[in-house]
């Protein structure tokens, strides 16, 4: 399975993440030192990338992480990103083992959600809602709906279903992924 990789800005940005000691300095610093000179002389690179470059370049050297236990808004947006994944790359038409094995995961899977409210609110929207396993665009809008709840619970902006695959699988039609 090929997955897709942004790649049209510093190619280690995504080091931010990484695993470093406590005021270690992470390979996207490092990478932003090489990187810099470059990005700011370079005569072939358009302004607007430029700046855009310069700025995750600034964001990068600023990344020294400390390893802290995750709180509810890291979790949450780490969580769905593994969950809008894991369902993009579904097969088309998941066979009815894979259905019952996807219905279950989705179910064990709000009980031990570590948010407590998280996960009491997402057991009661599932069994309001509960999983479309039939075919992965199902699965994938349903997922979608259902993060949408959430959103509309916590006051964030609804997002634009149709737009889930170019979002989580296809990268965006504009070329700004590629
Ligand atoms: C199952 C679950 C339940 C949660 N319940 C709560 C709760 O009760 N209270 C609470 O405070 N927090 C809850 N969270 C966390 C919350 O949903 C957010 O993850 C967190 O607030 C960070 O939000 P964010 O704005 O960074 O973007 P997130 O909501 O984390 O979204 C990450 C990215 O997903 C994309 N996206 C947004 N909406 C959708 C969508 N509908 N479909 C597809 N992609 C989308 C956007 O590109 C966005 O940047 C829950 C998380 C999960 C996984």
Known sequence: MEYR?????????????????????????LASLLLLPLLLFHPGLGLAKAELCFLVTIWNMLQVSHECPVDKEELGR?????????????????????????????????????????????????????PQTKTRKQLCKWLCEAHNRVNVKLGKPKFDCSLVDERW?????DGSCD
Request: contains cysteine.
């Open 169 to 173: 699988r296809d990268g965006w039609k």
């Open 78 to 130: 780490s969580t769905w990103t593994f969950l809008h994944t894991m369902t993009a790359y579904l097969p088309e038409k998941p066979s009815p083992q894979e259905q019952d094995k996807l219905s279950n995961f989705f179910q064990i899977f709000s009980r031990v959600y570590p948010c407590a409210e998280c996960s009491q609110d997402f057991q009661k929207d599932i069994e309001k809602h509960p």
């Open 5 to 29: 990789r942004c790649s049209s800005c510093i190619p280690e940005s995504g080091a931010l993440t990484g695993y470093y000691q406590p005021g270690q300095l992470s390979p996207g610093f």
